[in-house]
Every structure is written in C-alpha cells, then in structure tokens.
C-alpha cells in the first residue's frame, strides 16, 4: 500500500498497528494510544476475524467496531471499514450476522466499507499460508487490489 500511494502521488505514510490474533475488544483498547501517537487522517480498520474465528457473540464485536470509528472520528480521521466473513461451519445465522455487521455498520454511520477483504482470495489455496485463514505474499497485491477502489475517494493529493 505504501508503494501504491506513492507511485500515485499521494504523500501518506502507512502505519501498520495490526497484531495478530487481535479481537476487536483488543484493538478498541489499544486504538486510543495508537491514534494520540500518530495523529492519522485516514484509520482502516480491519478488526473481527478473530471474533468471529472464536465463536465471540455479534453484539460485542459490533460495538467495538462502532466505538472504534468513533474515536478515529473525534481524532480527526477518516474511516475505512474493512469487512470479513466466516466459514459456513459455524452455521447460516451465525455467519449471516457476522457478514451483515460490516455492510450495516456501513450505513449506520456512513462509512465506506469493503465488504470482504479476502474476496478472490479465501478460496484460493496458492493465495493462502498454510493456515488457510491468511494470505501469503502472494495474496498481498489482490488485498490492496479489493481495497483500492473504495479508499482512493478517501484520499487527498
């Protein structure tokens, strides 16, 4: 991404505050700290697989997520919504409301969403690391690919 918004002309730095294994409880405690620290215009939040990974009630994650644009909002920052859905086994209803959070989240707040991060990508095992549930180097150009058009209008020269 770093190398896209410069070869675009746009001066942003990226600062990658992800850890891994991460809930979005997680990022909402530790998001305060990392928006006094780096003062952002632009937060992509990409937070509850993990919640979901781990069977986490919707509501909870949902909140988080809420709370988390929020706070990027009072701090001055736009916000991007990077949403991400489950695997059929944990059951239609389960994974229906884990899907819908992002794209209803989206609407309630007005903020502009990628509804999954991992589309052309999940189902692809060479895109993939060996856990199947994240993407190797391979998959990196198809991330910033499905992220692109959505968070170009949110950038500015």
């Known amino acids: 991404m770093q190398s896209k918004l410069k070869d675009e002309g746009y001066g942003y730095r990226v600062i990658n505050a992800s850890v891994s294994g991460e809930t979005t409880a997680g990022g909402l405690a530790r998001l305060p700290r990392a928006l006094a620290l780096h003062h952002p215009r632009l937060v992509i939040l990409e937070l509850g697989g993990n919640d979901g990974l781990r069977a986490l009630p919707i509501a909870p994650m949902r909140a988080n997520l809420a709370k988390m644009v929020e706070l990027s909002r009072e701090a001055g920052a736009s916000v991007l919504l990077l949403g991400m859905r489950m695997p059929p086994n944990y059951g239609p209803e389960y994974t229906e409301e884990f899907r819908s959070t992002y ?32 993407p190797n180097e391979l998959g990196q150009a198809r991330l910033l690919a499905n992220v692109w058009p959505v968070l170009k209008p949110l950038l500015r020269k």
């Open 103 to 134: 794209s209803v989240l989206g609407r309630e707040l007005t903020v502009p969403v990628v509804p999954f991060l991992l589309n052309d990508i999940a189902l692809n095992a060479g895109l993939m690391q060996a856990d199947g549930i994240h």
